[in-house]
């Protein structure tokens, strides 16, 4: 298989610990919730679900991280999650985590890398 990569922003849309860019990708048929966000200098992005809850986690739209910019929140019930593993960090975890995606930067572009199955 073929490693594919879509086009999800500019880099500079990226803002360290700042507004994360939200964008929908193809699972299991449908279109899901995504987001990307800069923390520590790297790119990471999960499906924007909560581990606990099916609910979103942006507060308001691209508003992923906590007050203190040092941890990614639920919306609805407060779980903390690690910006760079997606491990939650409180709240009724149960083992679980953000979903990740495999994304990368490349000359001022975040690319999200998609396996071509054709």
């Known amino acids: 298989m073929a490693k594919e990569l879509r086009l999800i922003c500019a880099s500079g849309e990226l803002v360290e610990s700042g507004k994360g ?24 992005g999960y499906f ?45 975890c149960q083992g679980k985590g953000l979903k990740p995606l495999k994304v990368c930067e490349i000359e001022e572009q975040i690319f999200l890398e998609q396996q071509d199955n054709g």
């Open 48 to 92: 924007n679900e909560c581990a606990h809850v099916p609910a979103e986690l942006d507060w308001q739209p691209g508003e992923f991280f906590d007050d203190s910019k040092l941890y990614l929140i639920c919306s609805i019930h407060g779980a903390l999650y690690a910006p760079d593993t997606g491990r939650c960090l409180g709240g009724r």
């Open 21 to 44: 860019f939200r964008f929908t990708i193809k699972r299991h048929g449908w279109d899901a919730p995504a987001f990307v966000i800069r923390y520590h200098g790297h790119v990471y």
